[in-house]
């Protein structure tokens, strides 16, 4: 098969690979279309540590079955599907109790590290378990089924905040994710919105999507501008969705007392939280990771139009012309946010 291979940082190469074989309880998928994560582009240089190469990456794709190991009995060739990116155990403790993403044996696809490596699906064919494999509606077109796994983290980390109909919630960082959670806070009936961004595409389209306000942090007094409209309390909760300390501290500075904050932007491994408010104004804070079995409510929510990832793709291109894409995105384009390969 041909696929799109990092043979070195920096340096992708389309080229021949071997085929690879399902094993027991696993599907052989033909990749119809798979996205390119910001996590694959940050891995690009080496930085992340979890891309070593050689190696497939890739994980927010759906294809269709194109072959079943053994054991495989719920699934027939031909079907189309996406799968989680996730690959659990289902029997560790987190498991057993529902937390998948906490799975102690977790492995993602398309990422190499010092734990384990698992080839991901920037190639015509990929393998995986059968039972992180989802159907897809009729007419559900594969290159918005490459949004879903972005869509379900959206939807865990808006999970994990469980605002209150009505509340206001502020998004700090309106790329893929950010953009998202506006639309799963939208459709929860959160309001108002804010979309924090430094960026004035990202904001506009941010509105489009349901943002009442869209903010410049670099150019705007973001927090008094969201007192302003919460009769001086602030936001009941926020996202941050950047990873980095002027992100966290200006979500921190959204927030009403008693607030909460979710955290699913991880950019830098270490940051500075402002600790005494976030004590002394009762600060919820959640982590957020990955996604936990919100795949189905991600395809019914884009199946029902209830968000938009079609606007949120800047390109569909062929496999063979990613090592380009991955260029223009790691230079960080203007005007670029998902970029959907297909093989």
């Known amino acids: 098969m041909k696929a799109l291979v990092l043979r070195d940082y920096r340096r992708l190469v389309y080229e021949q690979a071997p085929d690879p074989e399902p094993g027991s309880g696993e599907v052989l998928l033909r990749v119809r279309a798979c996205g390119i994560c910001g996590s694959d582009v940050h891995g690009l240089d080496g930085s992340t540590g979890r891309r070593i190469p050689p190696l497939i990456m890739g994980h927010e794709a759906a294809g269709e079955i194109a072959g079943l190991g053994p054991g495989v009995r719920d ?36 990422v190499s590290c010092q734990e384990y490596r698992r080839d991901g699906a920037f190639a015509q064919h990929v393998v995986v378990p059968q039972h992180i494999l ?47 959670v506006v639309q799963v806070l939208k459709a929860s009936g959160c309001g108002p919105i804010a979309a924090v961004d430094p ?33 001086g309390r602030g936001a009941d909760g926020a996202v941050e969705a950047v990873g980095v300390t002027p992100a966290i501290q200006t979500a921190v500075a959204l927030l009403r007392k008693g607030g909460a904050l979710a955290l699913i932007g991880n950019l830098q491994p270490q940051v500075e939280l402002p600790l005494q408010a976030v004590v ?58 998902k970029v959907v390969l297909v093989p």
């Open 75 to 110: 699934w027939r060739v031909g079907e189309r599907v996406t799968f989680d990116s996730t690959i659990y155990c289902g029997s560790c403790w987190h498991c057993r109790r529902g937390e998948i993403n906490l799975c102690d044996h977790r492995r993602v696809l398309g």
């Open 134 to 180: 989802y159907r897809l509606p009729e007419g559900f077109a594969y290159r918005q089924a490459a949004l879903v796994e972005a869509l379900s983290i959206a939807v865990h980390a808006v999970r994990r905040l469980s605002p209150q109909l009505g509340d206001c919630v502020a998004v700090v960082g309106a790329g893929i994710i950010g953009l998202l």
């Open 199 to 231: 960026a004035p595409e990202r904001r506009e389209l941010a509105r489009r999507l349901g943002a009442e306000l869209a903010l410049d942090p670099e150019r705007e007094e973001v927090p008094a501008r969201l007192r302003g409209l919460t009769g």
């Open 280 to 337: 002394t104004r009762e600060i919820s804070v959640h982590g957020s990771c990955a996604s936990r079995g919100e795949y189905p409510t991600a395809i019914q929510l884009i199946a029902g139009g209830k968000v938009d990832v079609d606007c949120l793709i800047s390109a569909e291109a062929p496999l063979a012309e990613g090592a380009e894409w991955f260029r223009r995105l790691y230079a960080r384009e203007a005007g670029l946010l």
